[in-house]
């Protein structure tokens, strides 16, 4: 059944600029943008709010991560990305192949900085990729698991991946490193191919089919190869950080940069 949502302004903010599942985002001036529940004063989405602002305390202030401004009494005041998320501009653009390995590097980043502050984000996604000023990511949407010193989930935001981010498993409400690498696998595919994994299967329609594929290494084609193992290493869950995401990562980059250097 859908659901009507009634569209308002939050206190503070001057300017719709997007929709989220849960959450509209409003300007409220040229850096910050206001996160407020689709349903005023819900308790619900405010209690998950409020997580959020405890995970990004958790992780503080980072270069890959999107600035954190506070909280009022609407929802979380946080940076503005002024060139959207990755999946819009890759809707209407064509970086180069360098960009996005830069991207993917960037994205790989960003998951090693919260992994290292004990947070599961359980939502790597194109979407939750924004971009600043000058093109680079900023890891947004921070509503899934802050762990405390031994492992045990601190605070629980209640977000997860769909089937084309998700790691095939007996219990969905596992969530953990490697997890968060295979979605962020899924998301650098987005990056270099411009699309999600399998566009030929739906979410929901096909949730089985897809699950099946990922768990039986069924795994659909890149072109060009740039990336391809590092994006099958990451869904068949053989890293062990996202940090050696990252390294091997750059030295794809490195690898090309000599390549362009040899045919001048």
Partial sequence: ???????YLAEGVKKFLAIGSNYF?????DTTVLKYPHVRDDTASLAALSVEARI?????????????KGETSSGLLLELAPNGSVQQYLSGNKPTIQQRLRWSSQAAEATAVVHKKNVIHRDIHVRNLLLDAELNIKLCDFQGRLLGPDGNTEREGGSCENV??????????????RTDIFALGSAIYYILEGHEPFPELDCVLDEE????????????????FVLRSIIHKCWRGEYGSAENVMKDIGLCENDLANSSLKRR
């Fill in 1 to 7: 059944m859908d659901v009507e949502i009634t569209f």
């Fill in 164 to 177: 084309k981010s998700s790691m095939p498993q007996t219990d969905p409400n596992i969530a953990n490193q």
């Fill in 209 to 224: 089919e897809i699950t099946w594929r990922f768990a039986s290494g069924q795994f659909p084609e890149l072109q060009p």
């Fill in 25 to 29: 985002i409003g300007i409220v001036n």
């Fill in 56 to 68: 990004l305390k958790a992780i503080g202030p980072h270069h890959r991560i999107i600035g954190f």
